[in-house]
């Protein structure tokens, strides 16, 4: 079992609509991170939060609205996007600080949206 | 700027064939990371090595080994006697400057190399 757990793993969401991604660890981790992935591309960076505050965000459009209620929580709530937005999101989580877990990131199996 | 750079957009061979998949990166910092990832169709990442700058050592762990050569800029992965489960694909990436010293940043990833391994 994956320790970054993402929910939900499917989404088809309207142009209008507004919903949530939901992103879980309890490894104790202090970062963590938004990543898009295109088919047969690379993750991109979205979003890197450092002790639940937003310290990383990679010029993304405002219709992407990251959340870090705690240190264990990271939601992505989306509004008004376009069917380019389309995607497989995977959250990921990591140590802060020096180590052996240092910069290793964990990642969940990720959230599969569609914008009809 | 850094950079990732894996030529090989697609492999395939027969089990039991050893593979190499290439990495090349880029970097002005003398301080960084590099790692493998692998992603199955399952699409979760799941993370194989880290090597950090200072550390040239090669390693070995079971059917897999790494190739660090930081004359060539190179971090190359070997895979021997390959199975059908290692069918994936696999991901090169770097973290470099203020960041590899312990703060939080994201990766730089490679385009991926898909490894098929046929029966």
């Known amino acids: 079992d994956t320790e970054v757990t993402q929910t939900p793993k499917h989404l088809v969401m309207g142009m209008t609509n507004k919903k949530s991604l939901k992103c879980e660890q309890h490894?104790?981790?202090?970062?963590m991170y938004w990543y898009k992935q295109k088919a047969k591309k690379p993750p991109e960076l979205m979003f890197v939060y450092s002790y639940e505050k937003l310290s990383i965000n990679e010029s993304v459009p405002s219709r992407f609205s990251p959340e870090c209620p705690n240190s264990s929580l990271l939601n992505l709530h989306l509004h008004a996007l376009q069917p380019e937005d389309s995607a497989l999101y995977l959250c990921?989580?990591?140590?802060?600080?020096?180590?052996?877990?240092?910069?290793?990131?964990?990642f969940g199996a990720g959230s599969r949206l569609t914008v009809l | 700027a850094q950079k990732v750079t894996q030529a090989q957009t697609e492999i395939s061979v027969v089990e039991k064939e050893d593979v190499t998949l290439d990495c090349v990166y880029e970097t002005r910092d003398t301080t960084y990371y590099l790692f493998w990832y692998k992603q199955p169709p399952s699409g979760e990442l799941v993370f194989l090595i880290r090597r950090n700058s200072f550390d040239e050592q090669n390693e070995i762990s079971g059917r897999y080994s790494w190739n660090f050569q930081k004359s060539t800029s190179s971090f190359n992965f070997t895979i021997t006697a390959s199975q059908v489960v290692d069918s994936a694909v696999y991901f090169c990436a770097l973290i470099d400057g203020m960041y590899s010293g312990g703060g939080a940043d994201g990766l730089t990833f490679g385009k991926g190399t898909h490894l098929i391994i046929q029966p």
């Open positions: 490894m104790g981790h202090r970062a």
């Open positions: 990921a989580s990591s140590q802060v600080g020096g180590g052996s877990g240092a910069n290793v990131l964990t």
